[in-house]
């Protein structure tokens, strides 16, 4: 024999109406039998009779109604909560029975909610805002390391707009690096549109119940620069101080023995003393400047701005060489507002490094500018030998010139980054040579 299935329970609405058919079926009933059994007109016994019928019915029918109306109100009410929408009140016939305490609580769950979602909103645009605006680049990766977040500063980093960042992984955005490894920790990276030093740091989240990775990469080049820079301008002062406390005394003390020799001395004696005299107080003296030189690093004095014309400063710069052939290219008016002596000072640093480049293949330097947005740009352009080891190349007192000091390129970039700009020096791309771009805020 098949078991037939179990019978699925009846609707709450239809128990509600045969429950109350059920309570009032006795008096119903009763009612009936009595008028059947009783001493009455047939008309009044049908009468009597459809007309208990009937009001049972209706009864039924409004007890069934005044039980379940309600509860599809709470219905429609928690369904509107949960899909979001916080318009719907119920209204309170009587605040102090159960249907009227269950509906006020309905009524604050979704004030509650209204608020917390407001907060949960404004939060969240508050932290985009910050996210976009902040410039430090935002990557957020899902457990399968691919992207499904990323900040202003991250498409700048990745020179890409987001929409074609989204779902790649991390491999074919060239930062799987990134993901493994300590954390924090300091890397050497080119990336499409900058190169330089970057912290790289890491943390977890989840979202949707699925573990997704957090990656904040930082341009510490500037900062690291800068507290270089200042050690360095610490140690020159340091050496500054104590060398000529103690070049002073020698060159003066050579002075003096000069003349004791020269009255008191004779013979073959005399010249060779004059002679070693000679060198200590031309040493001394050479010296001197060698550390005048390098003391400048430290004495470099906030820009004084003012506006100036960009195009006119770099043709000046370009003037002032005359070993070389320098080439200019006009552009147009571009005015910037800085210190035009520091830039001046810069630009004639860059032209003489690409001269002294170009002295040894006989060329040429050219020397032009443009504008592009708020930034200014200079380029001196060379067709000397190139450059090796761009990473040392704004090192103090590191040189490749057998008589340089190692200060030019330093000293110049301190000008740009005082000014809010940058100096970068690499070889260039269509030829061989070398090329140096300086960029101002406008």
């Known amino acids: 024999m098949i078991p037939r299935p179990p019978r699925p329970p009846a609707p709450h609405e239809r128990r509600v109406f045969l429950l109350a058919l059920s309570a009032g079926l006795p008096g119903v009933v009763a009612t009936l039998a009595l008028l059947v059994n009783g001493d009455y007109?047939?008309?009044?016994?049908?009468?009597?009779?459809?007309?208990?019928?009937?009001?049972?019915?209706?009864?039924?029918?409004?007890?069934?109604?005044?039980?379940?109306?309600?509860?599809?109100?709470?219905?429609?009410?928690?369904?509107?909560?949960?899909?979001?929408?916080?318009?719907?009140?119920?209204?309170?016939?009587?605040?102090?029975?159960?249907?009227?305490?269950?509906?006020?609580?309905?009524?604050?769950?979704?004030?509650?909610?209204?608020?917390?979602?407001?907060?949960?909103?404004?939060?969240?645009?508050?932290?985009?805002?910050?996210?976009?605006?902040?410039?430090?680049?935002?990557?957020?990766?899902?457990?399968?390391?691919?992207?499904?977040?990323?900040?202003?500063?991250?498409?700048?980093?990745?020179?890409?707009?987001?929409?074609?960042?989204?779902?790649?992984?991390?491999?074919?955005?060239?930062?799987?690096e990134f993901l493994t490894g300590a954390t924090p920790r300091v890397h050497d990276r080119v990336f499409p549109e900058r190169r330089g030093r970057w912290e790289v740091r890491r943390t977890t989240f989840r979202q949707e119940g699925r573990p997704h990775l957090l990656l904040v990469v930082t341009d510490v080049t500037k900062s690291l620069r800068e507290e270089e820079l200042l050690a360095w301008q610490r140690l020159v002062r340091v050496l500054s101080h104590e060398i000529n406390n103690s070049l002073a005394p020698i060159k003066s003390i050579a002075g003096t023995l000069q003349g004791v020799t020269e009255r008191t001395v004779t013979g073959e004696a005399r010249d060779d003393m004059a002679r070693g005299l000679e060198v200590i107080a031309s040493r001394a003296e050479a010296l001197q400047r060698f550390m005048s030189s390098y003391a400048r690093l430290a004495r470099l004095p906030a820009p004084v701005r003012r506006p100036f014309d960009l195009g006119a400063l770099a043709r000046r710069a370009a003037g002032l060489e005359a070993r070389v052939e320098v080439r200019v290219i006009d552009g147009p008016v571009v005015e910037v507002r800085g210190d035009p002596d520091q830039v001046e000072q810069a630009l004639i640093n860059l032209v003489r490094n690409a001269a002294d480049a170009t002295m040894e293949t006989r060329g040429s330097v050219q020397v032009q500018w443009s504008s592009e947005g708020p930034w200014a740009e200079v380029l001196v352009l060379d067709d000397g030998p190139g450059v090796d080891g761009t990473a040392n190349l704004f090192i103090p007192f590191f040189t490749t010139k057998p008589e340089g000091s190692g200060i030019g390129l330093v000293l110049s970039r301190q000008i740009a980054e005082g000014h809010g700009g940058s100096l970068s020096l690499e070889n260039r791309t269509d030829q061989r040579g070398a090329v140096a771009r300086l960029r101002l805020p406008l």
């Open 41 to 176: 007109p047939a008309r009044v016994t049908w009468t009597l009779g459809g007309f208990v019928l009937g009001t049972w019915i209706i009864v039924t029918l409004v007890l069934r109604e005044r039980i379940v109306r309600p509860l599809q109100t709470l219905s429609n009410m928690l369904a509107a909560l949960r899909e979001g929408d916080f318009s719907l009140r119920a209204r309170l016939s009587h605040s102090d029975d159960a249907l009227g305490l269950a509906l006020m609580e309905i009524n604050l769950l979704g004030d509650t909610l209204r608020s917390q979602r407001l907060g949960a909103l404004e939060a969240t645009s508050l932290l985009r805002a910050v996210m976009s605006e902040i410039d430090v680049a935002i990557f957020a990766f899902d457990d399968g390391s691919r992207l499904r977040l990323a900040n202003r500063a991250g498409e700048r980093l990745l020179a890409q707009p987001f929409d074609r960042l989204v779902g790649r992984t991390a491999e074919a955005l060239g930062v799987a």
